[in-house]
């Protein structure tokens, strides 16, 4: 059976203090899955044990993520491959713009007619309101959450108290439908 969650949690601040997970302290750092299925609250200092959590997607050396790092690659090999990749997503894009050249040409004339008709039914008239245009206004930022990843035996302890609150949860919806114990004596 797969987990009931990945191993991917961000640290987010609250508003109310609980105790960590680890030591009891009050904290107001929580780590929490993406969708909230898991969460649990955890000081800072044990955010920083390699024991407990490790953070992910950072590098001191600014290639990107840590798998670059791990194999050993240098930044002029990531910067070849980068470069062969984007060659090929370009010439990808050339066919891609040849082959509707090709298709257009075969249906230049009928198309001639109906694009005159669709600019006259859509002209605006001078004094018609238009809509801004979704470039005017800048999208705010989003804020990013660091991401950590628990220690594996962590983790475990975290997968099996999830199972252990599932399995009460079912256990708790079946007893009503099981059937009683016989009350006479044979």
């Not at 898991?38 to 798998?67: E, I, K, N, R, W």
């Not at 002209?123 to 990013?144: D, F, H, M, V």
């Amino acid at each position: 059976m797969a987990s009931a969650f990945t191993n991917l949690y961000y640290k987010r601040a609250v508003g109310t203090a609980k105790p960590c997970y680890v030591c009891n302290k009050p904290t107001t750092t929580v780590l929490a899955t993406i969708n909230t299925v898991d969460f649990l609250y955890t000081c800072d200092t044990h955010l920083a044990d390699p024991g407990f959590a490790s953070q992910v997607g950072t590098t001191d050396d600014g290639v990107g993520a840590g798998g670059a790092k791990k194999m050993g690659l240098s930044p002029e090999e990531i910067a070849k491959v980068k470069a062969e990749w984007e060659d090929r997503q370009k010439k990808k894009a050339e066919k891609a713009k040849e082959n509707e050249a090709d298709k257009d040409k075969g249906k230049e004339g009928t198309d001639q007619d109906k694009e005159a008709k669709d600019k006259k039914a859509t002209s605006p008239s001078p004094g018609a309101w238009s809509p801004p245009t979704a470039s005017a206004s800048p999208a705010p930022a989003t804020p990013t959450h660091q991401r950590y990843t628990l220690h594996r035996d962590i983790f475990a302890l975290r997968l099996a108290e999830h199972r252990r609150r599932r399995q009460a949860a079912q256990a708790k919806e079946l007893a009503p439908r099981l059937p009683g114990v016989p009350m006479s004596s044979p």
